[in-house]
């Protein structure tokens, strides 16, 4: 029993040191293994983490900061980015095109590009462009007196910006459009919330209590208008609105706004042409006739000639029309522009040699007027005056050659028809300068006649000396050739 107990330790003494020798020679690849193991989660972490990153960006769809592309984890978010952006690079694009063809006035290719855009960018992640669209569109259902969708549009862009001084006001004026008084009033209110200068808002308060016979609230908002404002710059407002209401035929508004744009500035020519444009379209031929002819009293303007010729050879009686545009000509006697017209006018009411003879005056005082030359020129050859007639037009040339443009030397005179960096004649740089023929021509005249002045005046002075060194005796007399 004893030996049997021995041969047991033994053999677990045996078991032991092979156990032992076994850890020993397997534990440093072990704790090499355990080690990896130990470090790879933080490599994956790290890994992870950069790809989170990428694709954080890529998720990011409107956010200003540059996506890495680099290595197979940047390609995939690249994807991703390029994925989820593709609706508002989209609409983008279509504001963008649908902006630059309202510019240009293809307001149907306006009208489908920005519904376009706003259909592709319903999240609203573009809200400017949103609202720039919905202003858009909105001027388009105005034009074409839409004024319930103009309304709806006005309605979106104050929703997405209620801080939008044009969307307010256009939403209040769309509210007057359409009979609704009290929120029309509600929102310009809210627009003097947002800008209390701003003449459009006093200038659309004046018109809708004009327009419900608030007479008192209207008188107040046109004097805060005119309250420190320049006299041009009413001018610009007025006449800006009266544009506007003439373009969507409110020819009642417009003439308003005319009339006011008048008391500001009364010599401005085309605040006349547009009011009797007016009045004519209201079928209103003499207002008309008298609204034009008052614009000509100020300044001549071909537009108010054309319209006069063209309504007074449309009119029952020609004489008033003539009347008046023989007052203009008394104010304006030395513009031949003046007696060209009314020497048609009486052309037209059969006045023959009237007309004749302020058609050779108007030729006399302004040769420019080709036309009048033209038509002087004809006459004369009819009646057989074919020497007369050929004058006529050399006249009339010449005139016209006089209104061309040429470069004339400021040093020596020299004059070219094309624009030179150096002249020829005197060889001096940057000295041609731009002007009308007929002006270098009076400049060549003045200076050849201040020449001949100065010659006639040496030869006057040699022929004066001349007589005084006969009288000196020969030994006094100076050398002539150092004179």
């Not at 308003?256 to 004519?280: N, R, T």
């Not at 054309?306 to 003539?322: H, K, S, Y």
């Not at 080709?370 to 040339?397: F, H, I, P």
């Amino acid at each position: 029993m004893r030996d049997t107990g021995l041969l047991g330790d033994l053999l677990m003494l045996l078991g032991a040191f092979f156990l032992g020798f076994i850890a020993g020679i397997t534990f440093a690849p072990l704790r090499r293994f355990l080690a990896g193991i130990l470090r790879t989660p933080g490599k994956f972490w790290k890994g992870a983490q950069n790809v989170g990153e990428k694709m954080r960006q890529a998720f990011a769809s409107t956010t200003d900061e540059s996506l890495d592309r680099s290595g197979f984890t940047g390609a995939l978010a690249g994807t991703v980015s390029d994925l989820l952006t593709l609706r508002v690079r989209h609409a983008e694009a279509s504001f963008r095109g649908g902006v630059a063809a309202f510019e240009q006035g293809d307001y149907e290719q306006a009208r489908s590009r920005l519904s376009t855009a706003l259909f592709w960018d319903w999240k609203q992640e573009l809200k400017p462009l949103h609202v720039l669209a919905h202003l858009h569109l909105g001027w388009l259902d105005e034009a074409q007196k839409d004024w319930a969708n103009a309304k709806k549009h006005y309605q979106q862009a104050v929703e997405i910006d209620p801080s939008n001084l044009p969307a307010t006001l256009r939403l209040g004026m769309t509210h007057f459009r359409l009979g609704e008084t009290g929120p029309a009033i509600f929102q310009l209110q809210r627009a003097l919330e947002l800008d209390p200068a701003n003449l459009d808002t006093h200038y659309y308060l004046y018109a809708i209590y004009r327009r419900a016979r608030m007479e008192n609230e209207a008188l107040e908002q046109l004097r805060l208008i005119k309250a420190g404002e320049s006299a041009q710059k009413l001018v610009d407002l007025f006449s800006r609105h009266g544009e506007d209401h003439f373009r969507m035929s409110r020819y009642a508004e417009a003439l308003d706004d005319y009339h006011l744009a008048l008391q500001f500035d009364p010599s401005c020519v085309l605040m006349y042409v547009a009011l009797g444009d007016l009045y004519y379209l209201q079928e209103q031929p003499h207002t008309a006739l008298e609204i034009w002819c008052r614009g000509l009293w100020a300044s001549y303007s071909e537009g108010l000639a054309e319209r006069i010729l063209t309504v007074a050879g449309q009119a029952v009686d020609i004489w008033p029309a003539i009347q008046l545009v023989r007052d203009c000509l008394g104010q304006h006697l030395e513009d031949g522009r003046y007696h060209f017209l009314l020497s048609r006018l009486l052309r037209q009411a059969g006045q023959a040699e009237e007309s004749s003879a302020l058609l050779e005056k108007a030729v006399q005082l302004t040769p420019q007027l080709l036309q009048a030359q033209e038509e002087l020129g004809d006459q004369l050859s009819c009646m057989g005056e074919e020497g007369q007639a050929a004058l006529v037009y050399r006249t009339g040339l010449k005139a016209a050659r006089g209104d061309e443009f040429v470069y004339r030397c400021r040093v020596c005179g020299y004059v070219t028809q094309e624009e030179q960096p150096r002249c020829f004649e005197c060889n001096r740089w940057g000295t041609l300068d731009k002007m009308r023929r007929i002006e270098a021509q009076a400049r060549a005249s003045v200076a050849s006649g201040l020449l001949e002045r100065a010659n006639s005046a040496r030869r006057r002075l040699s022929s004066a000396w001349s007589k005084i060194a006969r009288q000196l005796p020969a030994g006094d007399s100076p050398d002539r050739e150092g004179i």
